[in-house]
């Protein structure tokens, strides 16, 4: 029993370095929108290049990949799967994870987006205290943190192996690398917001995970 609370502690101290590595990279991008440093070159590159034209039912389907990382969809997705497993195993558990992960996004990102007021490319300019809303993309934080929890909590309640847990993981992936291009296609945001969002959402998302590994439940699964 002694070995298995260590071996525990071990993989909660592992996994909270990582969170705490990608919340730097995260440090790292915000300290370069705020100073316009090199990364930020990229921003007028990548905005500047020609996008393709999507019309009709092709416009239609870029719009709808964009929402799946719509805040109002990842978080009501979330709630109803989260509420599902909770009432299935007699615990609040899934339901309190999923609280926990979308109170602090919206803690995180909101106030950061607020504070920095960075404007969008279809503004026209790049302005910083303009009043926007762009970095860090919330399209890209919520992909990968409600998508993510919604991953793990199927794994952990669930009866998938370790395979079907890593297609899930890959699937996370899949999802949040699709909603920023289809962002930077759309012009809805900066390539460093896109990829600050990523930051500050993996890092919430291992974060909010190691603390629910930390304190096990008997109606999980794995």
Not at 136 to 150: D, F, K, Y
Request: aromatic share 10%; with cysteine; charged share 15%.
């Amino acid at each position: 029993m002694q070995k298995l609370a260590q071996n525990r502690r071990r993989q909660m101290d592992r996994a909270l370095r990582w969170s705490l590595l990608l919340f730097v990279g995260f440090l790292l991008v915000t300290h370069q929108v705020l100073i316009n440093g090199p990364l930020v070159s990229y921003d007028e590159k990548i905005n500047s290049q020609a996008k393709p034209q999507f019309d009709g039912l092709s416009g239609f389907v870029l719009r709808r990949l964009d929402d799946l990382g719509l805040r109002s969809l990842t978080a009501t997705v979330l709630l109803i799967a989260a509420s599902i497993i909770a009432y299935k195993f007699k615990t609040w558990r899934p339901l309190n994870l999923a609280m926990i992960s979308l109170l602090s996004l919206n803690l995180v990102v909101g106030t950061f987006k607020l504070v920095l007021g960075r404007t969008k490319p279809r503004d026209g300019f790049d302005l910083l205290h303009a009043g926007g809303m762009s970095y860090p993309s919330g399209h890209a934080s919520n992909a990968v943190l409600s998508w993510g929890i919604l991953a793990y909590l199927i794994y952990r309640y669930a009866k998938v192996d370790r395979y079907q847990g890593r297609l899930a993981s890959a699937g996370v992936v899949l999802i949040s690398l699709t909603v920023c291009v289809v962002s930077l296609i759309r012009q809805t945001h900066w390539f460093t917001d896109l990829l600050g969002g990523l930051f500050i959402g993996s890092a919430l998302l291992v974060a909010v995970i190691t603390i629910d590994r930390y304190v096990p439940s008997k109606s999980q699964l794995h």
